[in-house]
């Protein structure tokens, strides 16, 4: 018994034990089964995350090219071929600066950073690229780094921006002709009035040189029969009837009325040939056709030309006073912008005062223009007492096309134009005080040193 | 008596220099000299003053609100402008109350010479009303039709100059108001343009367009205001046309200069404006003057200077001078039934306008008059042209039966 005993003892356990090993196995092969499972799924989800790599890499519309270290070209999407016209058989394997006309160590890529310097990786900047058929065009690029299986990895992506930039180059011809629009606008409208302010003093010139004529045709009647009294003097023979003749022929010529008129003929016209020259003067001042470069300007001066070739302008609603400051120094200029600057804030004024204006009053309004000297800043202001600038379109007043003038009367663009060249080109300020019904002040502040 | 002529200017420099310039007229005319609107209007309330010769832009009333004025107060006052300006909207505002414009600098000579013109018109009218009358006319009245047909071009897309003109050219009305404005020395023309089509293309679209809807510039005839069935606008056109059309093939055929040709066009075109302004503004005389004519069987003419105190002619002339017409147009309509009162002896637009009018009167009236009754045979025998009548008539046949 005890030896069968133990032998049954014996076999419970081996069962015991061949059991445990059976639900042992089973676990572990179902761990493995588990196991594999996953790892399937992860080879799957690996390849569809490749894929989708893959097709976002194809799919963008930025051009992204990866290099090797030494800027050999491995891989060249989709975009980039679009981008550059080459297939990617002709370009991995190539350096990358086949695709720069400069290279991308060349002068075009000085700007980029080392490309060690991960901080600034990503960054985005402009060059020149190059296209299969040799035409080069703008883009924008950026460089960033990787690592791929111990290898240091730089992705280039590129964007063709050409388009963008012709945009931006004809918005800026725009803008320039724009502004020339406004400024033929406004010399044409200076022209007709300063053929008037010329065809004025021209006209008298002419009458009163007219009337000289005819005067002294008058005198040289007087003159021929003073030189007959001169030689009966001469001759001892004075006569009463040669007397009496002068006196006669000076009574028929009016000769009291023409020593009074001559001297007054002759100032006049000499002010009108002065006021011609002075308007003339003041056109080519006004004008300074080309100075791209600022130079030192006498703001006074070229206020008053401002003033003089705009005077038909304001003339008939206004009466224009100055206040300047005759101590001024000279300031950095572009001078024709700043006379351009000042006729624009003129016109406006006038336009303004007879705004203000009830239709049967006949009084005139009044702009002062004063400057003077502030610390570092010349102060220009040009203050109206026109209709003012309501609040609600105070803030507006200086953007481009804003205009409350009919249509034709303006091309809106006049104050806009003003804050580009006195904000933007002087880098000063302008500013606006208004109330409705009493005036409207422009200040302008230039600084005396550029 | 002096004629009296009132100069205004905001300048007091140009003030100056007329004064002076002028002064050789003293003995002729009185000066005065004014330097704003108010102060215009001041002194021609005061005294009887012939003419203005006004500035347009002047501060307070400018120009053009001065010769409203005055065209309203004092129409019998001959106006001028004096202007710096050359700007079309400046001649427009003041087409209709200017009788002429002159533009500074303006020639010293010119100026004397278009207002001893314009004043010794004065002797065709002696009634003081007409006077008044004639240079208060600002437009003169034209068909219906033909205004619409012109805004119609106007308005079209690709509107044809060439085309507009010769619509114009229609319509006598339109063209004697599109030939002042032309000639106003504000186009700075040397010349005198004489047919509509050479204005239409001077003064272009926008001018035009603008003029076509200017108040005040063109008028439309009102049948209604004449209570006359007698008159019909549409057929005093017509004649003016006929005769103008005759005139110019007359000039035509005695191998005239061009210049001369075109204007015996222009004079047979304009010859019987006078009788617009007559039925426009006296109607009823207007009336009675056709009874009278029929009833003492007297020709209309006539009837007109026993009526009103001037005929039609003298009417039209005195309007045609006012807006600067050349003599020679403005003695072709002034004379058009007294040729003999013209002092030239040789062919001018006169002999051409006098005999179409005869010949196309006659053709109109039939066999009810005698043929030719209106020709003054005494004037044609001194020109020496009586022998060309034959051949001239025969050119109006052919014109008839090319019209057929």
Known sequence: ?450 | MKTRILFVDDEPGILDGLRRLLRSYRNEWEMSFASSGQEALAIVAEQSIDAVVTDMRMPGMDGSQLLNELARCHPEIVRFVLSGYSDDEMIIKSVGTAHQYLSKPCDSDLLKAALSRALSLRKLLHEERLLALVSGVSSLPSLPEVYLEILETLRSDGASLRKVGETISRDPAITAKVLQLVNSAFFGLGRKISNPADAASLLGLDVLKTLALSAGVFSQFDQNKISTSDFSLAQVFDHCIAVGLLGKRIAASEEAESNLVSECLLAGTLHDLGKLIIVNEYPEEYARMRLMAKGEGMSEYLAEKEILGATHAEVAAYLLGLWGFTDSVVEAVAYHHQPGLSSYAEFTPLTAVHVANALEGAAQANERTAPCAGLDMSYLEASGLADRLESWGRLRESARDSRK
């Open chain 1, 1 to 450: 018994m005890d030896e069968l005993e133990l032998l049954e003892n014996r076999l419970q356990r081996e069962r015991l034990a061949r059991k445990q090993a059976e639900a042992l196995l089973e676990e572990k092969s179902e761990t493995l089964y588990l196991l594999n499972q996953d790892l399937v799924k992860l080879a799957a989800d690996l390849a569809e995350r490749e894929e989708a790599s893959r097709s976002i890499l194809e799919a963008t519309g930025d051009g992204i090219i990866t290099l090797d270290e030494s800027g050999r070209i491995d891989s060249f999407n989709r975009a980039a071929k679009g981008i550059f016209g080459y297939s990617q058989e002709q370009v991995v394997g190539q350096n990358i600066d086949k695709l720069f006309p400069m290279g991308i160590t060349g002068e075009a890529f000085k700007n980029i950073p080392h490309m060690q310097d991960m901080e600034r990786s990503g960054e985005l900047h402009e060059a020149t690229g190059r296209r299969a058929d040799g035409s080069e065009f703008f883009m924008e690029i950026s460089l960033s780094q990787g690592q791929l299986l111990q290898r240091r990895m730089i992705i280039v992506s590129v964007r063709d921006i050409t388009q963008r930039k012709k945009a931006e180059e004809e918005r800026k011809y725009m803008e320039i002709q724009l502004r020339q629009a406004q400024k033929l606008e406004s010399i044409g409208q200076l022209a007709a009035g300063i053929a008037h302010e010329i065809n004025t003093p021209i006209q008298f010139v002419g009458d009163n040189t007219r009337f000289l004529l005819d005067a002294f045709a008058d005198i040289e009647r007087l003159l021929s029969i003073y030189d007959q009294v001169l030689e009966a003097v001469r001759a001892n023979e004075i006569t009463e009837g040669l007397v009496t003749s002068v006196n006669s022929i000076a009574n028929e010529i009016d000769l009291d009325y023409l020593r009074s008129e001559i001297p007054q003929a002759i100032s006049q016209t000499l002010d009108g040939t002065d006021r011609v020259a002075r308007i003339v003067r003041a056109m080519k001042e006004f004008s300074h056709p080309g100075d791209e470069a600022k130079s030192l300007i006498d703001i006074n001066k070229a206020i008053q030309s401002t003033i003089t070739v705009s005077r038909n302008e304001w003339k008939y609603d206004a009466e224009l006073e100055t206040d300047l400051d005759l101590t001024l120094p000279t300031v950095p200029c572009l001078a024709s912008e700043f006379n351009q600057v000042i006729l624009n804030i003129i016109v406006n004024a006038v336009h303004a005062i007879r705004d203000g204006k009830s239709d049967d009053s006949t009084a005139k309004g009044a702009i002062l223009i004063t400057t003077k000297q502030e610390g570092d800043w010349a102060k220009i202001s040009i203050r109206d007492s026109g209709s003012g600038i309501p609040e609600a379109i105070r803030s507006k007043i200086f953007d481009p096309f804003f205009t409350t003038k009919g249509v034709g009367k303006g091309t809106g663009q006049g104050l806009a134009i003003a804050y580009s060249a006195i904000v933007d080109k002087h880098a000063g300020t302008i500013d606006v005080q208004s109330e409705v019904g009493v005036g409207t002040t422009f200040t302008i502040k230039l600084p005396m040193q550029g």
